[in-house]
DNA sequence: CTTGCCCCTGACGTCAACGTCAGCTTTTAG
DNA sequence: CTAAAAGCTGACGTTGACGTCAGGGGCAAG
């Protein structure tokens, strides 16, 4: 089942992968300098991208909002790229996973505490 | 009942708000700095706080991890020392309770995220 | 042809909460 | 009394994910 698929993949340009995902084309130039992201060029130099490279943004998105920095990001792709993991990356999964929730806790903290003092000033105008 | 109330309150000093709170020394003369923490002065130069600094520092580092900047924090300040608040500050911390709600669902996506690839790669070792 | 739009490569600027170093005075422990 | 510990005031350095500016190319429409 697995034939090499040479299908003529449409490619798409630096602008629309950025509007795509509602980031800056600066943002994306800066992922592929990251080594996160990777592009064809046209014989001009310009950047092609797979239209995947638009989910693949969102998702390093998300990653950044939950703290992740890029380097982290890049050492845990392979993780999805291929379906194959070692101990390693196992490992800093988890870790990653853990700090994340860590963070959901504080923040939980924190909205409580905003939420007393909103109860309290409503009571006192 | 509202008394003059010059009960020579213990005062430490800046060492002792540091260490009480979990935070460098420079962190604490950064909080002045920005208008955070106000402090007596020695004879000779020295940072007094009263203790309740150290509380008002660990409930700084909270805000800090919810996003808050220490501008916004001085903007809010009055709701926790006066129980008095305006309809702006009112605004102001309902906008900020609101964008840690925010946060908050934006990590739990992404922990949500990192769980699938966990279970995904633990069944592929 | 030229106007406009998109793209390219550097490379410096930004922002926030501190870290760190220098150089000096004060307080404390023995 | 003396040395260590703690404080003080500048002031520059750090980190991460970009913003922004300079200077230049290429290509389709009018």
Same mark, same amino acid.
């Given at each position: !089942? ?6 003529? &993949?449409?490619?798409? %340009?630096?602008? &629309?992968?950025? %509007? ?5 084309? /600066?943002?994306? %130039? ?5 080594? *996160? ?8 130099? $310009? ?10 943004? /969102?998702? =390093?998105?998300? !990653? =950044? ?18 379906? #194959?993991?070692?101990?390693?990356? /196992?490992?800093?999964? /988890?870790? &990653?996973?853990?700090?994340? $929730?860590?963070?959901? +806790? +504080? *923040?939980?903290?924190?909205?409580? %505490? ?9 009571? #006192?105008?």
């Amino acid at each position: !089942m697995t034939v090499t698929e040479t299908a003529t &993949e449409r490619l798409v %340009r630096i602008g &629309e992968v950025a %509007r795509g995902a509602g980031v800056s084309v /600066r943002a994306v %130039r800066y992922y592929e300098q990251q080594g *996160l992201l990777v592009a064809e060029r046209s014989p001009s130099g $310009q950047r092609l991208y797979r239209q995947d490279a638009i989910s693949r943004v /969102r998702f =390093f998105q998300q !990653m =950044f909002a939950a703290g992740l920095t890029s380097r982290r990001i890049t050492e845990l792709m392979p993780c999805w790229d291929a379906g #194959h993991t070692d101990a390693d990356q /196992r490992a800093m999964l /988890r870790a &990653e996973r853990d700090r994340i $929730q860590a963070k959901i +806790d +504080d *923040l939980q903290a924190a909205r409580d %505490r905003l939420d007393e003092v909103i109860a309290i000033t409503d009571n #006192h105008p």
